[in-house]
């Protein structure tokens, strides 16, 4: 059994958890924020696989507190998947401490629309920005669930950044 938990704000992170949910046999799609309902949620299942977007170049609090409330002791498995207008990432090490127990066995970032509108001169991404990172982000998946069911490890440093570390 697979366990995909996802946290999104405006969309992104949930069309990549769904996609993973669709293609990954015996997979079950659970969103983080009814899980912070119920804290000490002890995690019983093979493989986990966390979905969200990078926030101000970190993991969102609400992810951050699911999984430092929970109990991934009998996990065998860990993949990350974050989301990302572009800016260069380095945190995924945040989520290995978070698990105690264990470590990410692979994790993967995805460009995706901006939803930052805080952002000087922000402008909502067109239809074909989005159909172009649609067509790039689903061969990607492609990948990721190749590794996923091989139960690889895939620890890769940022590669596929836009803008560089600030
Ligand atoms: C408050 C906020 C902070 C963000 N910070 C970053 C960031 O540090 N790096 C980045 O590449 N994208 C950042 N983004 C963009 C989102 O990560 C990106 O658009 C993501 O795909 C949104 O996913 P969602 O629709 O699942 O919420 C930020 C967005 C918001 C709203």
């Not at 949910?21 to 804290?39: D, M, R, T, V």
């Not at 401490?97 to 509108?117: A, H």
């Amino acid at each position: 059994m697979i366990h995909i938990y996802y946290f999104s704000g405006t969309g992104n992170s949930l069309f990549i958890a769904r996609k993973l949910n669709e293609s990954l046999a015996n997979s079950k799609l659970i969103p983080i924020l009814n899980i912070l309902k119920n804290p000490q949620n002890k995690v019983d299942v093979e493989k986990v696989i966390f979905v969200f977007p990078v926030y101000a170049l970190t993991i969102p609090l609400p992810v951050r507190d699911f999984l430092a409330s929970s109990d991934f002791s009998s996990v065998q498995y860990f993949a990350a998947v974050a989301t990302r207008l572009g800016l260069y990432f380095n945190d995924f090490k945040r989520i290995d401490k978070l698990l105690k127990t264990n470590k990410l066995n692979s994790y993967f970032l995805l460009n995706m629309g901006s939803n930052d509108v805080k952002i000087k001169n922000y402008s909502c991404p067109s239809e074909e920005k989005i159909q172009a990172l649609e067509i790039l982000n689903l061969s990607e998946i492609s990948r990721i669930i190749k590794i996923i069911i091989n139960s690889e490890n895939s620890r890769e440093i940022d590669s596929t950044y836009l803008e560089p570390e600030c």
